[in-house]
């Protein structure tokens, strides 16, 4: 299952793969495809839903990334 996400703190593209790697060492993650246009768009393709405070958790082991859900 796939939903969109947003993540601020995302401005390069070693942001991008360290936030990827990241999100990707989660069990139950999947993929995450994570977009410098627009900036910090994510797609994250799940094995079973998880939370935006569950996917936190997983980003708070780098700083100064938050993520927010868009519907």
Do not use: W
């Not at 390069?12 to 246009?37: D, Q």
């Not at 994510?42 to 938050?66: A, C, F, H």
């Amino acid at each position: 299952m796939k939903q969109k996400f947003q993540i601020n703190g995302i401005s390069c593209g070693g942001c991008v793969s360290r936030v990827k790697k990241t999100l990707e060492e989660h069990p139950n993650i999947e993929k995450a495809e994570i977009f410098l246009a627009p900036k910090g768009a994510t797609i994250i393709t799940m094995n079973e839903t998880l939370s935006v405070p569950e996917i936190q958790k997983q980003l708070d082991v780098l700083n100064g990334y938050t993520i927010t859900e868009i519907n």
